[in-house]
């Protein structure tokens, strides 16, 4: 983008009557982190003067009924979304590293697809009574139908929200990173598999023969979860509420404008689409001062600066055992730590190290203090890791986290560490080696948010302009290509390949059985001849 777009870009968003009285917005999140950042988006729209209505269910454990920023219409469910419910996420983690301790075999592969399949295969049946349900509720849908929404905003990683918007003939806006087949720009952009690692894959772009063999298998895997897993219970609610011939899939790729929640710096190039933004860490913010105690801690800490370590929302005890070597190469640093850490206090723990069972993540993040980032290696963490340059080590455990981390070592800004093999020494040579300045992690790191930094427009303003953008316009077809209408075979071209190939075909025959004829001929009058 030239300066000029950009001046215009600024210019309108600082001058836009914000559509003179504010746009109404039905918002369908999805719960747990991902409302984590759909929450930084509703308040955004809330901040621009935007009247807008957030779908609940009744079992919902972060998304709250009442807020400064929406009003919320609750749909009551009997069976909550497994997803980031504590005790099936605990079981789910403790059975994925049982089965990371026997990776490189193909049963401990088989086994962590049957585990992650199992997970969302209930997740997905849940949020598609979801969808029922609402359907169901006449009243409800006049309801919505009534007040007349400019915009739906939506997370389509389950795609709930996709076959509502449909319902209500809402132009659509993604906030998205992953869908119900994968990642998403898999879903509609061209993904060439032999640089484009595919999820699971714990490739980089740069893949030899066996990795793009790999590749295209771990590919197949995921189609294979999109067909038995994760697209039946949708395909049953279009079967019944739309009519042969409409799928899930392709109600999704008709979305009006993608915000996607990557940026590449961090992410590998990779082609595109024209109604995909990208808004990869939006939810970067400048620090705030620490509160005086914690800032205390951290001066204490002298020149050697202050390492911090936390898992997550979701694992804030890594079990005893773990927890004690942890410790103890925490105890081997001179650095001073701070880490969130909700279990039993480790017997080895240094007087170095501080427990705290919730710290101000991003405002340590932005201590000049701060040395080292130790984390599981979710998105929203990895980008504040970014958006404040400091170097990286993670403990992945789940998801994506494993490509998370191998996409920021590609970058040379971070390492990462396996917990099932993990032990002290380990973990006190990789801490070692990121706060060494010779090894170039945190130079790295630098760069990386340099390069984050130099934009034209602030992620977070560019998505209010786009979702903006679709209200006035009221969609965004223009910018969709056709690719969502089209069969398979006539996307890959392959009813084309094969009329040029039978053309060819019967042209050769054609052409051999007429020489056979002739040579047959000449033969036979060369014979008369000589007879
Ligand atoms: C249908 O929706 C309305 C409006 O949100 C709500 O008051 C009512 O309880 C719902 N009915 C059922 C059966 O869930
Ligand atoms: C840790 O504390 C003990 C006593 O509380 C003290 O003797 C020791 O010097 C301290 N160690 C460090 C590294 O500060």
């Known amino acids: 983008m030239g300066l000029p777009a950009f001046l215009l870009l600024t210019l309108s968003l600082c001058s836009l009557p914000s559509l003179s009285d504010g746009g109404k917005i039905l918002v369908y999140p999805i719960d747990g982190s991902h409302w984590l950042n759909m929450r930084i988006l509703v308040e955004a729209l809330h901040a621009r003067g935007h009247d807008i209505t957030v779908l609940r269910s009744s079992t919902s454990w972060y998304v709250s009924e009442q807020s400064p920023h929406y009003t919320s219409i609750t749909i009551q469910q009997q069976r909550p979304q497994n997803i980031e419910s504590q005790g099936f996420m605990n079981f789910f983690l403790r059975r994925s590293i049982e089965i990371r301790k026997n990776r490189g075999s193909l049963w401990a592969l088989v086994d962590f697809y049957k585990n992650l399949f199992n997970l969302i295969r209930e997740n997905h049946k849940v949020v598609a009574e979801f969808v029922v349900t609402t359907f169901e509720n006449k009243t409800l849908i006049k309801k919505l139908s009534d007040k ?101 899939m392709s109600l999704m790729q008709a979305g009006d404008i993608w915000l996607m929640r990557v940026d590449f710096t961090f992410e590998f190039p990779r082609p595109t689409m024209p109604n995909v933004v990208y ?105 504040e890791a970014i958006y404040h340059a400091v170097p990286t080590l993670g403990i992945p455990l789940i998801f994506d986290q494993f490509d998370n981390m191998i996409r920021l070592k590609a970058r040379g800004a971070a390492d990462y560490v396996e917990i099932t093999t993990l032990d002290t020494e380990t973990l006190v040579t990789a801490l070692k080696n990121l706060l060494d300045p010779e090894k170039l992690y945190k130079s790295n790191m630098l760069k990386l948010s340099q390069l984050h930094h130099d934009k034209p427009i602030e992620p977070l303003d560019s998505a209010v302009f786009w979702m903006e953008y679709v209200m006035r316009h009221k969609g965004a077809p223009h910018l969709r290509t056709e690719s969502y209408r089209l069969p398979w075979y006539a996307y890959h071209s392959l009813d084309v390949t094969a009329t040029i190939l039978a053309m060819f075909l019967i042209t050769l025959t054609m052409f051999y059985m007429l020489c056979k004829c002739l040579v047959r001929s000449l033969m036979r009058v060369k014979k008369s001849k000589t007879d």
């Not at 598999?193 to 595919?198: A, F, K, R, T, W």
């Not at 699971?200 to 067909?227: C, E, G, P």
Request: charge should be negative; glycine fraction near 10%.
């Open 148 to 248: 007349e929404y400019d915009l739906f905003l939506t997370d389509p990683a389950f795609p709930g929200g996709v076959l509502l918007a449909h319902y209500l003939k809402l132009p659509t806006v993604f906030n998205v990173r992953w869908v119900f087949s994968g990642e998403a720009h898999f879903a509609i952009a061209p993904s060439p598999l032999s640089y484009v690692p595919q999820l699971f894959s714990q490739y980089t772009d740069k893949m030899d023969f066996t990795q793009r063999l790999a590749n295209v298998f771990y590919h197949w895997i995921l189609v294979y979860m999109f067909h038995f897993v994760s697209n039946p219970p949708y395909q049953a609610v279009c079967d019944r509420y739309f009519g042969p011939g409409v799928d899930a």
């Open 279 to 383: 808004i990869g860490g939006f939810q970067g913010k400048p620090s705030k001062p620490l509160p005086a105690e914690l800032e205390e801690f951290v001066q204490s800490s002298g020149e050697h600066g202050v390492i911090i370590m936390t898992l997550g929302t979701l694992l804030g005890d890594l079990g005893p055992e773990m927890s004690e070597i942890v410790a103890s190469a925490f105890a081997a640093l001179p650095q001073k730590v701070i880490w969130r850490h909700l279990g039993e206090k480790p017997a080895s723990l240094g007087n170095n190290t501080k427990l705290v069972k919730w710290m101000p993540q991003n405002d340590l993040l932005g201590h000049p203090k701060t040395k080292v980032f130790v984390t599981h290696g979710g998105t929203n963490g990895i980008y």
